[in-house]
């Protein structure tokens, strides 16, 4: 009988735990995941890798739980520069006195550069290889995520008036397509389109915005449903729901992504059906500014796709992606008033393969599974206040704290490493938002 063929890999890690997170609700135990490349090449157990594999490095996690690297779906990342400068207000209270206020004083170039490495520095630490930006100056965004080998989906911000970054809805248009020319097609930068919000952008901007996403088939994220009071204004203004306004101009595809749908009725639930729209679901930001709670239950049974972001690190006021896991499990089963809605497993799906399928990017992101990118974390269940481990899922849910992510990849490239940052200066970074913090802290916007 002719020996069994050996077959070369770059890395090996070795897990007591892996989560693969398809098949749904699966847990591994002593399983290898062994990377060839930027892709993973087998999730198998350890004994068989023994046999099979010979690897150039290996990594022995004794007592660690793999799972796919977590995906961020909704953020303002620059805005981490301004965490904590206007807390405990309603939202347009937030928006109109304070956030564009400061926006317009101190946004520019260097505020976004420092101010999205920043970011990254805290989603990398916490979890997330890949993030979605919606803000200013996304040129800017998405050479600091590229240098840094994080995955971004980058929507360019479209509004009905002038701001820092252009002079009015053209002028976002003409940039936006030069941001998606630039990028189309790259392995870690996702470009989309960001109109903020229906009472931000008027009709016709709308459709120009459906224009260019439909010829050059990128994503639409947008700001929906997000108050009550939104959706009165609305339907005092207009006479419609701002999702049937959505709908009525194309907007609603299986190619957006609806950021907050904390108010939702039948109909509603109806048009996220049959037009196959993701909703993007953001716990903590709604509960900070009293928004209002996604019904992920009620959408979960209809079979729309939910995914889960942080917001802005002004409105959360973290990009901690695991924090915002248990928030969504928590509150789930609150506003169903059924204990057993979002199990732990589905909301770690929920952090991980639906945010790749509102990407688009469920065939490479998502799960660990051979021939998906090797886009991996590594969390540490080895504390006492961890113990006993019955289940790591839920541990990963309920009880585990972001700060156990030890070990982080991106296309098989480190990028945490015993919980230190390997391609960002920290030191630097320190300093640069030092002095942005001094700056702002004297020069008051609002």
């Known amino acids: 009988m002719m020996a069994e063929t050996i077959v070369a890999a770059d890395i090996r890690i070795n897990a007591r735990w892996v989560i693969p997170i398809e098949p749904a609700g699966v847990v591994l135990e002593q399983q290898a995941l062994m990377i060839q490349g930027d892709r993973i090449a087998a999730v198998i157990d350890q004994a ?143 470009p989309g389109i960001g109109p903020h919000a229906p009472y931000t952008v008027s009709d016709g901007p709308l459709r120009e915005t459906l224009e260019l996403a439909m010829s050059q088939q990128v994503p639409i994220q947008i700001h929906l449903h997000e108050t009550a009071f939104e959706v009165s204004e609305a339907l005092e203004k207009t006479g419609r729901r701002p999702t049937q306004r959505l709908a009525e101009l194309g907007l609603l595809t299986p190619n957006t992504q609806c950021v907050h749908m904390t108010q939702i009725d039948d109909a509603d639930v109806r048009l996220l059906q049959s037009s196959g729209a993701h909703v993007v679901h953001c716990p903590e930001s709604n509960l900070k500014l009293a928004s209002g709670q996604c019904p992920v239950g009620r959408l979960q049974r209809a079979g729309v796709n939910v995914a889960i972001g942080t917001d802005g690190a002004a409105s959360n006021n973290d990009l901690d992606l695991f924090g915002e896991v248990k928030s969504a499990a928590l509150l789930a089963k609150v506003v169903a008033g059924d204990a057993a ?47 006993p481990v019955y289940d790591p899922a839920s541990h990963l849910v309920y009880s585990s704290h972001s700060r156990q992510v030890s070990h982080s990849w991106i296309n098989g490239v480190p990028q945490v490493q015993d919980g230190r940052l390997t391609r960002i200066d920290v030191p630097d970074l320190m300093l640069r938002v030092q002095a942005w913090s001094d700056r702002i802290r004297n020069q008051p916007a609002g």
Not at 353 to 373: D, F, H, M, Q
């Open 48 to 190: 068989e890798a023994d046999q099979r594999y010979r690897a150039k490095e290996t990594i022995n996690l004794g007592q660690h739980v793999l799972l796919p690297g977590l995906i961020n779906l909704h953020g303002h990342a620059a805005m981490s520069l301004f965490r904590g400068l206007a807390d405990d207000l309603p939202l347009m209270t937030w928006l109109n006195d304070h956030i564009w206020p400061a926006e317009g004083r101190f946004v520019d170039e260097a505020f976004i550069r420092d101010g999205t490495r920043l970011a990254i520095a805290e989603m990398l630490r916490t979890g997330t290889t890949s993030f979605s930006d919606m803000y200013f100056f996304p040129e800017v965004a998405a050479e600091v995520a590229h240098d840094a080998g994080v995955r971004a989906q980058l929507c360019f911000p479209l509004l009905d008036f002038p701001t820092m970054w252009g002079s009015g809805p053209e002028d976002y248009l003409r940039k936006g397509a030069a941001l998606i020319e630039r990028w189309q097609g790259d392995a870690f930068i996702m």
């Open 341 to 387: 809605t979002l199990s732990a497993h589905e909301a770690l799906a929920m952090a991980t393969i639906n945010g790749a399928r509102a990407l688009g990017r469920a065939e490479e992101l998502g799960t660990l599974e051979a021939g998906k990118l090797a886009d991996v974390i590594a969390v540490d269940l080895s504390d006492p206040f961890l113990q």
